[in-house]
Nanobody, 115 residues
Framework: QVQLVESGGGLVPPGGSLRLSCAASGIIGFIYHMGWYREPRGKQRELVATITNARSTNYADSVKGRFTISRDNAKNTVILQMNNLKPEDTAVYYC?????????WGQGTQVTVSS
């Protein structure tokens, strides 16, 4: 059974930092793509950052220079370090893993940026 377990969300003031972690288990095939997406309340889910097995990264323009994505291939874990958080970063953040033709999603973790 495939499981993506996310952790690290919470409430922080503007300018603060959070570190999101996602550990994937039960995936037998090769994991090519790992990433983070977010869904602000009342809006569509959007890409935040992705990373391939070769550690090629892609970021949304709105988070470039503030967020850093990394992965540990041995542990099937993807990390999102978020610095200088802004109120507009408030959303539910979802981990995504692609293995072959299958796409898996985590349950989501809430990130709230507010004073």
């Amino acid at each position: 059974q495939v499981q993506l377990v996310e952790s690290g969300g919470g409430l922080v003031p503007p300018g603060g930092s959070l570190r999101l972690s996602c550990a994937a288990s039960g995936i037998i095939g090769f994991i090519y793509h790992m990433g983070w997406y977010r869904e602000p309340r009342g809006k569509q889910r959007e890409l935040v950052a992705t990373i391939t097995n070769a550690r090629s990264t892609n970021y949304a323009d709105s988070v470039k220079g503030r967020f850093t994505i990394s992965r540990d291939n041995a542990k099937n874990t993807v990390i999102l370090q978020m610095n200088n958080l802004k109120p507009e970063d408030t959303a539910v953040y979802y981990c995504n893993v692609i293995s072959g033709t299958a796409s898996y999603w985590g349950q989501g973790t809430q990130v709230t940026v507010s004073s």
